[in-house]
């Protein structure tokens, strides 16, 4: 027998699955009448299957009216002037269908985002890459015979030796070694000389504006193409992280090797792929739209980092953190949407990212537009309020005055030091989808509550 838990995550993948195919409209979904009150982390460029969206909004039919203003307006005005956001607060609601503002304060200030950086990262990534982008992990024919390299493709879930199964399905390492090992011996080759190419990325593997507890902590692993369980020395343990992903993933793929009857030389140095070097085995990533709704849904800060990395690439810089931000902006500028943006990195741990409101919520309206079909991920993707992700640890949603909205409000969280943010969507109790975006950046000790509490009044508005 189901527990009342589980048919509500089922409910949960319906309403993903069927938001995204029809009007969008989370309210018609899960609203209950009347409601029942009951930190956050190959070297070729990926093929794209499809180009940037710039399309307009359109008004679809069975939206509801638009939420009455002035007492819209009264509520969030009350509620940002609680202490515990600090000195410095930008807001805005934004109908989802015609991006008119139905509240805003401070909308176009660019505030530091944390997390929901993440927002603007997938987007570009989505509509640059085109959203059934996979990611290769290859082994290829070294330059001389009996030499083997392991090409990284950026594909920081490829799954080592001791991970468990989860969602997307992750390309496995040993996967690869088994294919590996099975073109080898039809070559009847059982001894080689491995190296491994990660070449794929450049630059500095932390970006600017990380502090210096991240890697340490857990927060995130050095960035390289060549990695496994996102750099943890334990899949299942957030920290410790290793030094070197690129060898860490190459020593664990001979042992690999070795248990599919392939000796392997002891030494398992860097190397380069040779151009157009016959491949001898490989493995794919789940589909981008996927990996961006586990990058929202998880705050993953090292798939949004990979994923600035893709994007600087398809548009024809090199892999770096920098030419990473400069392409998410560009990306962004194509879909009329990077007025005030300034970026350091992808994921949002950099403290010198500044985005407005204004930016987040239009681009999270966009998701929901039947005119952009490849931003659907980001929407779908969003963590929902008490249930999943981010917004479904626990923590959030629970006080009296935002727990009646629980299951109503999708949105992507952003936690830093002094920093909480929160952008996301919801449905009014007419029936009109909004999208909304509450950041504060001088915050006294947390404003965590006081953002559930607006968007809450938004979802019951």
């Not at 069927?18 to 009150?37: C, E, H, I, N, V």
């Not at 890697?215 to 050095?222: C, F, H, I, L, T």
């Not at 931000?325 to 500044?354: E, F, H, M, P, Y």
């Amino acid at each position: 027998m189901l527990t009342t838990l589980a048919v509500l995550q089922a409910l949960t993948i319906v309403i993903g699955v069927y938001a995204m195919t029809t009007d969008f409209s989370l309210g018609a979904l899960t609203r209950q009448s009347p409601p029942t009150k009951p930190t956050e982390g190959p070297p070729s460029a990926p093929v794209v299957t499809s180009g940037p969206v710039l399309a307009q909004l359109s008004v679809k039919p069975g939206d509801g009216p638009l939420p009455t203003k002035g007492t819209l307006t009264r509520q969030l005005t009350d509620a940002l002037g609680d202490k515990a956001l600090g000195d410095r607060v930008g807001a805005v609601v934004l109908d989802a269908v015609t991006g008119e503002r139905i509240f805003a304060s401070n909308a176009d200030t660019p505030i530091v985002p944390a997390s929901t950086t993440k927002i603007v990262t997938c987007a570009a990534a989505l509509a640059s890459l085109g959203p059934d982008t996979r990611f290769s992990t290859r082994v290829v024919q070294g330059a001389s015979p009996g030499t083997v390299v392991l090409v990284g493709g950026g594909d920081p879930l490829l799954a080592g030796p001791s991970a468990k199964p989860v969602y997307p399905k992750q390309a496995s390492l040993a996967t690869l070694a088994a294919r590996t090992a099975a073109t080898l011996k039809a070559q009847n080759i059982r001894k080689i000389t491995l190296s491994y190419d990660s070449s794929l990325f450049a630059g500095s593997p932390i970006a600017p504006g990380w502090k210096p507890n991240y890697v340490p902590d857990g927060e995130a692993a050095p960035v390289y193409a060549l990695a496994m369980d996102e750099g943890r020395q334990n899949p299942r343990n957030r920290q410790p992280r290793v030094s070197n992903p690129p060898q860490y993933t190459a020593a664990a793929f001979a042992s690999l090797l070795a248990k599919q009857g392939i000796t392997v030389a002891r030494s398992v140095r860097p190397g380069k792929a040779p151009a157009g070097a016959p491949e001898l085995g490989r493995v794919d990533s789940a589909p981008l739209y996927s990996l961006v709704e586990h990058t929202l849904t998880h705050s993953d800060n090292d798939m949004a980092e990979a994923l600035a990395r893709h994007v600087a690439i398809k548009e024809g810089k090199e892999g770096s953190v920098e030419a990473g931000t400069k392409a998410v902006i560009a990306v962004l500028q194509r879909l009329g949407v990077a007025q005030g943006v300034s970026l350091s990195d992808g994921s949002g741990l950099s403290t010198l990212n500044r985005i407005s409101p204004s930016v987040l919520a239009t681009v999270i309206a966009m998701s929901g537009s039947a005119n952009q079909p490849n931003l659907h991920a980001i929407a779908s993707g969003m963590p929902i309020a008490g249930f999943s992700g981010t917004l479904g640890n626990g923590r959030r949603f629970t006080s009296r005055d935002s727990r009646g909205q629980v299951g109503l409000v999708r949105a992507k969280t952003g936690t830093l030091n002094n920093v909480n943010t929160l952008a996301g969507m919801a449905t009014t109790k007419d029936g009109r989808l909004v999208t909304f975006a509450f950041m504060a950046d001088r915050v006294p000790v947390t404003a965590e509550p006081v953002l559930d509490r607006l968007a809450a009044i938004v979802a019951r508005s």
